[in-house]
């Protein structure tokens, strides 16, 4: 009998336990892949979303095999286009040829990324630079599945930098090889506030080179402990006052003089001047020894006078015209170096001016026969051979007598010595002759010094703008980021389950408040940057001014009186109603706040034949309204009345105001064809006034009275023109629910080929202004020309062909917009059906 093997029998419960835990296996599995699934979902959510980062990923052999919407946008290659491609093709060919691609895969394999920030391609063919990481995919297995490639567009900050880079260096070229000395020094003041001494923070090789000492780092007192009071009362009148000087001293400590242009520079705080200067110690010394020798000449010119009036002579002759006979003394006959027994027998002319020097024979011969031929007296000078042989100047002074008839008859003369005076008009002469050489070259190096220190304060201006932009962007983005924290927390509690109708209803009027305070601070960024699409009409100031009247003594609070002082006569402008009341608040509310809540605001309007010079702008004739708000607050600091209407620029606490409000007002009055001034006395309160252009008062339409009910579209057919599928998406489902029909066309070529399909179909076009390639205004007047009956309106919450050219002619409905204003503005456009 065969051996059965032994079985083994499950109870019943130990079947069910066994299957228990098989289910829970399973459902364990099932949790995990769902979990899987979902994380991949997200992952590829995150992939498909990101728009403004090009995500590439590839096999491990560097074939693209996914390419994201940001990839599409950086380097213009559609997914269509790359996948399957090597990566290499958006590498520039000195990368290919180089071997990057697979450096950079080595180096991610081994450290885990790989990062760099090099020239990329675009499909175009154009370079952008870009910040990028590539990271190694493995599966959960630790399998080496391919490699994502990030990259980021930085090419306008690297070129930005580039360039900056650039000026600095040209700065600093200039600095170190111009021959001019150029330091950055710091004042000292004492107890008593008087200027003690100043340190040499920077300073060119010039420097050294033109003041004789290498002073950089060190205090002045250093190496001239006797240095004259006047330096430090000059450089710290300069960084106190901060107003420029130039002038020339001598420095003792120095041994020099220098000539000198000191400017201040940096913060006030700082106490810093910037001096540029030259050793012009020969240029005065020169100028020293010519008024020297010029006082010498004038010495001796007086000498020889002196000496002409006490007979102070050398020599005299006598010369018988007719026989040509010369009688002479003893002095004459030594000066030409004669006999004096010749003399006395009488020696004719050629055998006189045998000695003269042979350059200055034909000068003499002409000089002779010119007064002979004239008559009357005679002065020449010339140089004559002594007995040593040597020649020396000498002057002949005489007289040419003729008889009745006119014949020459007699010529008497005398001799004056005049070497000494002639030496000294030689060196007086090469001392002007250098002195002029050394002005003509200073002219030129001073030009040349200007023109350097000019590209210098326009280098260091561009460089307070970036300063300047970088501050305002902190602003912006503090703002917004404290609106967008209301709406993001509202959105979060609308989303909790149960919420009560009250509290909805109170969140998403948190909502809509919010975003009506995020439209106002674009507008008054947009104001003040003068870049705001305006909507200008012709009104009166005056009335206007009187309607928000109320307003504004409801704002400022009973404590303070209003007064508002207005014409009889109507002040009309062309500027936007709306920002100019914004602009009147504003005023109302910093004057106000100036206050502290208490005290007098007088409001008046007026006309002025002038606008006064503002700031750098000099003066300009013409019709201006004038729009004063005077208070009685504590006034404006001379220091700060510059600053208050820059960007953010407040003296509030925190959370008491955004320091925009009177930046508004400067944009509005800029690019309303006006300005403002600001008056202010410390402690005497301040006046600020608003000029405005004057117009002509126009005939204008009868206003529309308003319906504060919601109006409907009724079946009117719209043609929505918006290029970001958000806001058309929106757009086309608000007019659904007022009831329009709508057809949304993502571009102007696209809106003109649905019109050229049946453009009797629509009732109005509604159209966005920024848009690639035609842009809503030349949409508006393709559409115009082509159809001259169908109303086109345009929406736009910022556009620089608005803002610089206006609406032509187009109505225009700002963004945001609510759906009511929406409505409001299609039915007033929209052809009568």
């Not at 029998?9 to 289910?23: C, G, I, K, S, Y």
């Not at 600093?172 to 330091?183: P, W």
């Not at 001096?275 to 004038?298: G, H, K, W, Y």
């Not at 607050?633 to 925009?660: N, S």
Request: aromatic share 8%; hydrophobic share 40%.
């Amino acid at each position: 009998m065969r051996e059965c093997a032994a079985l083994t029998f499950l109870t019943t419960e130990q079947l069910d336990a066994d299957n228990a835990r098989l289910r829970a296996r399973v459902a364990e599995l099932e949790t995990r892949q769902n979990a899987l699934a979902s994380g991949a979902a997200r992952q590829r959510a995150i992939f498909e979303s990101t728009t403004d980062i090009a995500m590439v990923i590839t096999d491990p052999a560097g074939i693209i095999t996914d390419w994201n919407p940001g990839a599409e946008r950086v380097m213009g290659w559609t997914a269509a286009e790359m996948i399957g491609r090597d990566a290499e093709r958006f590498f520039t060919p000195e990368d290919r040829a180089s071997g990057r691609i697979d450096q950079e895969m080595k180096l991610a394999l081994q450290d885990g990324r790989a990062s760099d920030e090099r020239w990329h391609l675009r499909k175009s063919g154009q370079r952008f630079w870009a910040s990028g990481e590539l990271l190694p995919l493995h599966d959960g297995g630790h399998e080496h599945l391919g490699f994502v490639k990030i990259l980021r567009d930085r090419t306008d900050a690297h070129v930005a930098g580039a360039a900056l880079k650039q000026v600095k260096e040209r700065f600093q070229t200039v600095l170190e090889t111009v021959d001019s000395a150029f330091a950055i020094i710091e004042v000292k003041f004492d107890g008593d506030d008087r200027p003690v001494d100043y340190r040499f923070i920077e300073a060119n090789p010039a420097f050294e080179r033109q003041s004789g000492a290498d002073l950089r780092g060190k205090w002045v007192t250093e190496h001239a402990p006797d240095l004259e009071r006047f330096w430090f009362e000059t450089y710290g009148r300069v960084a106190k006052t901060r107003e420029p000087a130039n002038f020339e001293s001598y420095a003792e400590g120095f041994g020099r003089w220098f000539e000198v242009r000191a400017v201040p520079v940096g913060n006030p705080e700082d106490l810093q001047i910037a001096i540029l200067f030259n050793d012009v110690t020969e240029r005065r010394e020169a100028e020293q020894r010519l008024r020297a020798s010029e006082a010498l000449a004038r010495e001796n010119v007086e000498r020889v006078q002196l000496a002409l009036a006490a007979g102070a002579i050398i020599g005299t002759w006598h010369w018988d015209l007719p026989s040509d006979q010369f009688a002479i003394d003893e002095g004459f006959a030594n000066a030409f170096g004669i006999d004096p027994a010749l003399g006395r027998e009488g020696i004719p002319l050629a055998q006189i001016v045998a000695t003269v020097h042979p350059d200055d024979q034909e000068g003499l011969a002409n000089a002779i026969n010119d007064v002979i031929a004239r008559g009357g007296s005679y002065a020449h000078q010339y140089r004559v051979r002594r007995v040593d042989g040597h020649y020396y100047w000498i002057e002949a002074n005489g007289r040419v007598d003729h008889g009745p008839d006119g014949t020459p008859l007699r010529f008497p003369g005398v001799l004056i010595d005049v070497e000494a005076r002639r030496t000294v008009e030689a060196e007086r002469d090469t001392a002007i002759a250098a002195l002029r050489s050394l002005n003509e070259h200073l002219e030129q190096r001073v030009a040349d010094r200007t023109g350097e220190l000019v590209r210098a304060e326009d280098a260091l201006r561009q460089s307070q703008k970036v300063e300047a932009i970088g501050q305002l962007t902190g602003g912006v983005a503090h703002d917004f980021n404290n609106l967008l924290t209301v709406i993001r927390g509202s959105v979060d509690l609308l989303r909790r389950p149960g919420i009560s109708h009250e509290r909805r209803e109170r969140y998403i009027d948190a909502i809509s408040d919010t975003a009506d305070r995020a439209a106002k601070l674009t507008g008054q960024l947009l104001a003040f940057a003068r870049r705001q699409s305006l909507t200008p009409e012709v009104f009166d100031a005056a009335a206007s001014v009187r309607t928000i009247s109320d307003m504004v003594r409801t704002l400022t609070g009973s404590r303070i009186q209003v007064t508002v002082l207005l014409p009889a006569e109507p002040c009309h402008i062309d500027a936007d109603r709306s920002q100019f009341d914004t602009a009147i608040v504003n005023m109302a509310v910093n004057a106000r706040d100036a206050m502290k809540g208490s005290g007098e605001l007088t409001i008046s309007v007026g006309e002025t034949a002038e606008m006064p010079a503002i700031r750098s702008h000099p003066a300009v004739s013409g019709a201006f309204v004038t729009v004063c708000l005077a208070d009685s607050g504590p006034g404006i600091p001379a220091d700060r009345i510059d600053q208050i209407f820059e960007p953010f620029f407040t003296t509030k606490g925190v959370g008491e105001g955004t320091g925009l409000g009177l930046s508004q007002v400067f944009g509005f009055t800029k690019q309303s064809g006006g300005d403002i001034f600001v008056e202010s006395i410390e402690g005497e309160g301040a006046t600020f006034t608003m000029y405005l252009p004057r117009v002509d008062q126009v005939s204008g339409g009868v206003t529309e009275a308003g319906d504060t009910s919601l109006l409907l579209g009724e079946g009117a057919c719209v043609l929505v023109v918006e290029d970001n599928a958000e806001v058309g998406m929106f757009a086309t489902q608000a007019l659904a629910e007022l009831g329009y029909d709508t057809v949304l066309a993502m571009n102007g070529d696209r809106a003109l080929a649905e019109l050229a399909s049946g453009a009797d179909r629509f009732d109005v076009v509604f159209s966005d202004v920024m848009m690639p390639g035609m842009s809503g205004v030349e949409l508006g007047q393709e559409i115009a020309r082509l159809y001259p009956t169908l109303p086109v309106m345009l929406t736009s919450g910022y556009s620089e062909v608005l803002a610089q050219s206006g609406t032509h002619g187009f109505d225009l409905l700002h963004k945001p917009y609510s759906i009511d204003a929406l409505s409001r503005a299609l039915r007033k456009v929209s052809r009568p059906r």
